[in-house]
Structures are given as structure tokens and as C-alpha cells.
């Protein structure tokens, strides 16, 4: 009976042993499955942020100089805050260019480590109508009572916000500018398309594409940026160098023509219809004011004047879809239309011969590069004078490699 019992307390203490290890293995038997599954949400959050990373990484490696296309040494102050301006809001290619300066900013926030309320702060605004001007000047003044470190804007008119320049030097506010900018003194850089070098190119290509020669229509997208006259003067300039046996070039200026058309149509000397005008001025009540007149209108307007043109050049992404449009509605089809940018419009009549080939640009490295030159300024650091964004040129045949992708918005 006795030795039952010890052997009894012996089983009970192996039972008792045998349980604490089993209750001790129960933990290490999840750790790992917890570990594993921690490892894979850090693989995929890695995987994520290297995707998004490839996504536009070449357009910040298109920058020039380098030291533009990262945040490395931009110390900001806690709390900073840049205001960044361009001509519009809402449209492909300045919502492109507020992608990357909203990422220029969560760059320097990673670098430096701020978060929350201490987070460096970059906002992007612009027209609601695209090339406003007075509605940018009211942007800017707005902008400046604010007291931002620093400035970035796409210049709407090269001569329209002196004022506002003078201002912001006042207040030790700096100011960069980017895509077009001004002959304002006091800018401390330029971040763009190199305009001249892609002018040149179009008009090489342009010409390669008419074969012969003979007219040349060129749109221009107004009369008032800097990028529209650089694009405008050094592609007839080309032209008119490099093959003198072409006719000069016809330029037409979308904010001039809709006053020349109403003008023609109330003297007398052009009709919508196609009907022989009267050569009579018109009377009061028959005259036309300067907003009856549509984007469809001046276009005709301009084609009808050049019916044997043998090809056409546009300065920025709207005038070209224009121009385009315009050929195929009077059955000019076949005309090589060369020009700027790559919306979506753009893109598909790309694809279907309606375009011969365009200068892509790359405005999600402009917004990059202008928020990194302004902090640059803000610092009191040295900037470039001039930062060249880079360009493509794309056509039909090219459009599906894989540089090309990567550049595309």
C-alpha cells in the first residue's frame, strides 16, 4: 500500500512535468507563425514602396543636376511651409506636376524625420481657368500673406507679377520658377523643359516629315508666357536657317485670335458658313463680340487660310488636340502635326496617325525639382541658374517601349 502510494505521487509528478512543458510549448509554437506573418506584411508594405518608387523614379533621374532629383541636405526648419503655383489646377499635366512636389516634400519629411504637426508643408494651387492670369496674380498675393519659406511658380504672363516679386524680395521670401518663368532678376532658378534644344528638334522632325517643304502652320497657346515665345521664335528661327527653301512660317496665337476673328467677321471679310463674305461691315445689331468665338472657330479660321498647308507645330498640349481636330474636321487629314506634352487626347491620336510625334515633358520632375530648389533657396543654399527637367520625343513606333512608359502621366 505504500509503495502504491509513492508510485502514484511518482505518475502525478511526471503528469504535472509533462503538462508545464506542454503549456510552455504553447507560446514558441505561435511565435514563429506571429514572426512569419509580421516578416511578410514588412515584405509587402517594402514591395509597395519599391513599386511606387519605380513608378517614378526615371522621371527623377531625367533631372539635371542631380542634386534636384532627392532631399539630401534640405535641413527645414520644423513646420515650414512652400507654396508652389501653376497655371492651372485639375488638368493631366499639373496634376502631374503637384504629384511631384507633393512627393519632394514627403521626401525631406523622411530625411529628416518630421512628423505630424512638425512635418515640412507643401501645398500646390493654380487657376481654375488654365493660363488666368489675374487669377494667378490673386493666387500670389494670397500666397504671399501667408509668408511661405519659399515660392515656386509656373510664370502665366513673363511680365504680369513684378509687383508681387518685389514683395516677396522684401519679405526675404525667395522665389523659383518652373515651366515658364520671366526676365525678372530676382528669380533664384529656372526648373524646365530645355525649350529651346526640344523647338529645334520638332522643327528637324517636322520638316523630315514633310519631305518637300511648303507652309507651316504654328500654333502658339498664347502670347504671354515665356515657354510659348521660346517655343514659338526658336522653332521659325530653325526652320528659317536650317531649310531656307521653306516658306516662312504662319504663326497664330490662340489669345490674339479670337478679337482678329470677330474683327474679320464684323468688317465684312470672313463668314462661319463657308458663304463668300459680303465685304460689308456688319451692322450693331449683326456684329459679333469676342466671346461668340470658339476654339472650333479660330482653327477653321486659320486652316482656311492655309488650305495647301503641308504641316503644322503646336507649343503645348492644347493647341495641338486643336490643331489635329481641326484637320480632320475640314478633311485635311494626312497633315504631320508635331507639338507638346501627352494627355490622354494626345496619346490616342498618337496611336491613330492624327499626330506625327510630340515632345513629351516631364512635369512630375518639375514639381520635384522646384520644391527642392526653393527649399535650396529658403536655406540659403547655391542653386542652379537653370534645371533642365528633360524631354522625349515619342511617336507611334516608340510609344510602347518601356522608357517611353515610365515617362508618361
Known sequence: MKMRRKFIALMLCVASVLGACSLGNTEPEKEPKQKAESVKQTEDTKTKTEKKQKEYQAKLDAISPSAYSNADGIALEEGAYISVIGKADGKAFWNEAKKGAEQAADDINKTLGYKGADKVKVTYNGPSEAENVDEQVNILDEELARYPVAVAIAIADAKACE??????????????????????????????????????????????????GGEIVLL???????????????????????????????????DEMKKVISDEVNKGNYRFDGEKPSGTELSEEERIKEEDITQENIIDYILKKHPNVKGCYATNGDAVISIAGGLERLGMEGVPVVGYDANEEELKALKEGKIAGLIVQNPFGMGYASVIAAARAALSMANEANIDTGYLWVTKDNLESEEIQKMLY
Open 163 to 212: 509687383v508681387q516679386f518685389d514683395l516677396a524680395a522684401e519679405n526675404s521670401i525667395p522665389v523659383v520658377a518652373f515651366d515658364s518663368g520671366s526676365d525678372y532678376k530676382g528669380l533664384m532658378a529656372m526648373v524646365s523643359t530645355d525649350n529651346e534644344k526640344s523647338a529645334k528638334e520638332a522643327a528637324q522632325h517636322l520638316s523630315e516629315y514633310m519631305g518637300e
Open 220 to 254: 502658339s497657346h498664347d502670347s504671354k508666357s515665356k515657354t510659348a515665345m521660346v517655343r514659338e521664335q526658336v522653332f521659325a528661327e530653325t526652320i528659317k536657317n536650317k531649310y531656307p527653301d521653306m516658306p516662312d512660317v504662319n504663326i497664330y496665337r490662340l
